[in-house]
Nanobody, 120 residues
Framework: VQLVESGGGSVESGGSLRLSCVVAGNTYNQYCVAWFRQATGRPREGVAIIGSDDVKRYDDSVKGRFTISKDSATRLYLEMNNLQSEDTAMYYC????????????????WGQGTQVTVSS
């Protein structure tokens, strides 16, 4: 499985961005696709996750502001609204070839990331 992210950039506080991820080689019936992020000097953290059954989970820090979606087994999105400076990070698309869909597993496939920078 290969993943390629796009859509990052620089915005002012309160602005919006939409991240996209193309997932190549997904032949699995039960899978999870997720967005993680890593800010400078901080560990990587899960942001949002969606399963092949369309069940979604969000980190508390983004609930009500971010929306994860997929329109097929090969395209994943993250709509980010009301961005704040603490959202500044490298954002990674990730794929897990089985359930359950939890951030804590360590068997994800990873994209190379797209940078999101929010200025106040």
């Amino acid at each position: 499985v290969q993943l390629v992210e796009s859509g990052g950039g620089s915005v002012e506080s309160g602005g919006s961005l939409r991240l996209s991820c193309v997932v190549a080689g997904n032949t699995y019936n039960q899978y999870c696709v997720a967005w993680f992020r890593q800010a400078t000097g901080r560990p990587r953290e899960g942001v949002a996750i969606i399963g092949s059954d369309d069940v979604k989970r969000y980190d508390d820090s983004v609930k009500g502001r971010f929306t994860i979606s997929k329109d097929s087994a090969t395209r994943l999105y993250l709509e980010m609204n009301n961005l704040q400076s603490e959202d500044t990070a490298m954002y990674y698309c990730a794929f897990r070839a089985q359930w359950p869909c939890l951030f804590s597993y360590n068997d994800y496939f990873w994209g190379q990331g797209t940078q999101v920078t929010v200025s106040s």
